[in-house]
């Protein structure tokens, strides 16, 4: 059973719940609206894999999903847009997934692929991270000041 933390706003998280629910390998063990709620979900309930909402980095940007990465929570980013650089500014930090708002199908594969210790990675996404700038993103300079 993949334990899985959803960390994005209510509507959203409510929504993948839902459709999490109908994989027999999947539980999801709590979502989370707030970044500050984040860090006592992952103590309380001790997640496989976090969903977690690019919106939901804040001011604190990677260097906070950098925090919540360890060797027993893989971290997907939920991301509607990519920038270059946030891709790889992310995999710097550990991140392991990278999604766009997708379907259902592409986020079962996701988690499990980022659980069996692989990286998963959105072609639309992937291929907008190429484009031309100074190779950092936002969330990126605020990691390494």
Same mark, same amino acid.
């Given at each position: 059973m993949i334990r899985v933390l959803l960390a994005d706003d209510e509507e959203l998280s409510s929504t993948l719940r839902m459709l999490l629910q109908l994989e027999p390998d999947i539980r999801v063990v709590t979502q989370v609206s707030r970044a500050d709620a984040i860090p006592s979900a992952m103590?309380?309930?001790?997640?496989? @894999?976090?969903? &977690? $909402? @690019?919106?939901? &980095? $804040?001011?604190?940007? &990677?260097?906070?999903?950098? &925090?919540?990465?360890?060797?027993?929570?893989?971290?997907?980013?939920?991301?509607s847009i990519g920038t270059p650089g946030l891709l790889r500014d992310a995999m710097a930090v550990g991140i392991s997934g990278f999604l766009d708002n997708s379907s259902a199908e592409d986020l079962v594969q996701a988690i499990h692929r980022v659980h069996e210790g692989g990286r998963y990675i959105d072609t639309d996404l992937a291929a907008g991270s190429m484009g031309t700038g100074d190779g950092l993103s936002a969330l990126g300079r605020d990691a390494r000041r």
């Open positions: 103590i309380k309930h001790c997640p496989d @894999v976090m969903v &977690l $909402g @690019v919106g939901m &980095l $804040g001011t604190e940007g &990677l260097t906070a999903a950098n &925090l919540y990465n360890n060797r027993h929570c893989r971290i997907i980013l939920s991301m």
